[in-house]
């Protein structure tokens, strides 16, 4: 609680912490040591306090790394509520179906070289081109 505090400073909200924890499905995690966490459950930590620390840009990579499909749910109901507030959200990721339905603007990079795909990235020759059977809605 004490790192949780100084984490998020005048921000912090018991309250707010309390249902996130619950939310997130760590509750129970509360009181043991982040060292003892497994790499989900520190994915997870981490990407509670993002949201509760009311940042106004949110840089993620690779965010769904180690979390199970309910702590994904969640991680996508929390990012499409930060974008409705008008947070702004810089995602880098390999899952390009992840892209889909929270993205306003795609792009993609190689060699160094910035792309706009937006348009494009709907169209499902673009799936095939990428050498990876992605299915858009897992």
């Keep these: 609680d004490e790192n949780l505090r100084y984490y998020l400073g005048d921000r912090y909200n018991e309250e707010a912490i309390s249902r996130a924890f619950d939310e997130w499905g760590i509750k129970e995690q509360k009181k043991k040591l982040v060292r003892g966490y497994s790499l989900g459950m520190k994915q997870k930590l981490g990407l ?19 979390l199970d499909a309910q702590s994904i ?12 507030e008008g947070r702004i959200i810089i995602l880098a990721t390999h899952i390009f ?14 060699r ?22 992605i299915p858009r809605n897992p």
């Excluded at 509670?48 to 180690?66: G, K, Q, R």
């Excluded at 179906?97 to 190689?110: A, Q, R, S």
């Excluded at 706009?116 to 990428?130: A, L, M, P, T, V």
């Design 112 to 133: 160094n070289k910035l792309t706009d795909i937006s348009e494009s990235f709907g169209n499902k020759r673009y799936y095939r081109k990428s050498k990876r059977r």
């Design 97 to 110: 179906y992840e892209l889909d339905d929270v993205c306003t603007n795609i792009y993609k990079m190689t």
């Design 48 to 66: 509670m306090l993002m949201f509760e620390s009311n940042v106004p840009v949110i840089l993620l990579d690779e965010p769904t790394n180690s």
């Design 73 to 84: 749910e969640i991680f996508y109901k929390r990012l499409k509520r930060a974008s409705d």
